[in-house]
């Protein structure tokens, strides 16, 4: 009797014979739902990760002393702890499930909130302290590279773009909630708190004022509680199971570090530039520059990761009907072009239009590291097996969340013209390597002329066009000898031309037009 209890008990949160890609072994209704809820907790786990990057400004004007560089420090090391326990994060969905692994999460996001709490509320509070309360909050950054394999489990391929592009969107969109919030918080007393004394600022332009830093802090803790009992009472868990031995084989995929690379170029700089945005424009244009030009880091650090969090939620359907590997493409070349600007605009600033031009570049490179991150985990899932897509979007996530540690670092080392000039080479490089990892993904045989691997995919995606299914060959089954008497599919080994003969055999055989 007691050892049929716990498989009754382990049977009624496991889901059975469940298949995404059959219609008939799906459940939408429950595959949205657990989208929105591990969504919701995304949110939370973000507002952790970058709730230094919001109080961080502020611990000069209540007395703490602290310089440039270690406040730079503390704005880096969340990124740092993100990275290691991404790399944990990675290797739990098949071993825990969804359903646990959110749920605790949440629970445990709720420990560094409490710690800074309190460590505000003293200004004689030890350094090292708050470099551990900082690293704590790494727990938020983790989590994504556990949440997003996760759900991606739930969706069929035809939705992942937009499964995962509206997860990694909002879920990005905590960065600009605790910014944006977090100052707002601050700024008078939460109800139910009114028995804390409000805290004095003793430095800045508005000594003698009172703020109410801790709250930033501790606003965040019911709903992290609500995550919890949301997570454990609704989510359930696919059988999806593998040991740790089996997932190494990610290593073993050329893609898996092609695809590092670019998630570095695009979520590691988006996650980096949003950690220490309010700092850089306080150092190189505000009241810790020479120039003070009167501006508050405070008041823009949210439109950045706000920028690129909506982007990245919104174009998955754009990227689910024309490919990731495209909008890849275009954010490499956008974010080549305004990092170079950047570094230009800072070598030698004079005034109120210099800032100008360095906001602008700003906000659009965040608008184009927001392609990049919609469309490289688009790519993912297409290029690669659904058990080894899973882990190789953990990993990707775990080296790119590095960012706002490399990016923290780097400043506090380093002038801010060099570093933006080589973040602009980076990305230049990764260009060549988005450009390598397509023609990987579509080879081209010896006789082929230079250029025909791109018109061969050119003519994948119009036959997919003029056919009525964009970028989805699952109804659609085409000619296969006519398309090659054409030069089109040549090379059986192209990905495409495989999901073309995997997709022919099912749907209603049709025969491609002919093309110009």
Not at 46 to 72: E, H, M, R
Not at 192 to 208: I, S
Request: aromatic share 12%.
């Amino acid at each position: 009797m007691s050892a049929t209890e716990p498989a009754a008990k382990k049977s009624r949160y496991l889901l059975t014979d469940w298949n995404p890609n059959d219609e008939s072994k799906w459940d939408s209704k429950l595959a949205w739902r657990t989208l929105w809820i591990t969504t919701y907790s995304l949110i939370l786990a973000f507002c952790v990760w970058f709730l230094p990057s919001a109080i961080a400004p502020k611990l000069t004007a209540l007395g703490f002393n602290l310089d440039k560089s270690q406040l730079y420090w503390l704005t880096a090391l969340p990124g740092l702890a993100a990275g290691i326990l991404r790399l944990v994060y990675m290797f739990l969905p098949p071993l825990i499930g969804t359903r646990k692994l959110v749920g605790i999460t949440s629970l445990l996001c709720i420990i560094p909130m409490v710690g800074w709490f309190f460590a505000v509320q003293d200004n004689t509070t030890p350094y090292w302290v708050l470099l551990t309360l900082a690293f704590m909050c790494g727990i938020g950054g983790g989590a994504f590279s556990g949440y997003m394999p996760s759900t991606g489990y739930f969706f069929p391929k035809r939705l992942a773009g937009t499964a995962l592009g509206l997860q990694g969107g909002i879920g990005n969109l905590g960065m600009s909630v605790i910014l944006l919030v977090g100052p707002v918080l601050m700024g008078f007393g939460l109800f139910g708190l009114t028995w804390l004394a409000p805290q004095q600022q003793v430095a800045g332009d508005h000594v003698g004022e009172s703020i109410w830093v801790y709250n930033a802090a501790i606003f965040f803790v019911p709903w992290c509680i609500l995550a919890a009992i949301l997570a454990f009472i609704w989510l359930r868990d696919v059988p999806v199971k593998a040991n740790l031995k089996q997932q190494l084989d990610i290593f073993s995929n050329p893609n898996t570090w092609y695809m590092t690379i670019l998630y570095v170029m695009t979520f590691g700089l988006f996650s980096g530039f949003s950690a220490v945005f309010a700092l850089l424009i306080n150092n190189q244009f505000g009241d810790q520059s020479t120039l003070n030009l009167g501006v508050k880091g405070a008041t823009y650090a949210f439109l950045g990761p706000l920028i690129g969090s909506l982007i990245r939620m919104s174009w998955g359907i754009f990227c689910d009907r024309m490919g990731g590997a495209i909008w890849t493409f275009i954010s490499a070349v956008g974010m080549t072009i305004t990092l170079g600007g950047i570094a230009w605009v800072l070598t030698n600033p004079t005034g109120k239009t210099d800032f100008n031009i360095f906001l602008g570049l700003m906000l659009a490179m965040f608008l184009f590291s927001g392609f990049g991150n919609a469309g490289t985990f688009k790519q993912m899932p297409m290029i690669m097996p659904a058990r080894q897509a899973g882990g190789a979007i953990g990993f990707t996530a775990a080296i790119a969340s590095l960012g706002p540690f490399l990016v923290g670092v780097a400043l506090s080392a380093i002038s801010a013209p060099v570093f933006f000039a080589g973040c602009a080479i980076f990305c230049a490089c990764a260009r060549s390597c988005a450009g390598s990892c397509t023609r990987a993904r579509t080879p081209r045989s010896p006789a082929d002329p230079p250029g025909t691997a791109w018109c061969r995919r050119t003519c994948h995606r119009l036959v997919n066009r003029l056919l009525g299914a964009p970028h989805d060959e699952s109804r659609i089954r085409y000619d296969l000898p006519d398309l090659r008497r054409r030069g089109q599919a040549r090379d059986r080994r192209d990905p495409v031309c495989a999901r073309l003969v995997a997709a022919s055999r099912q749907g209603v055989r049709r025969r491609a037009p002919a093309l110009p």
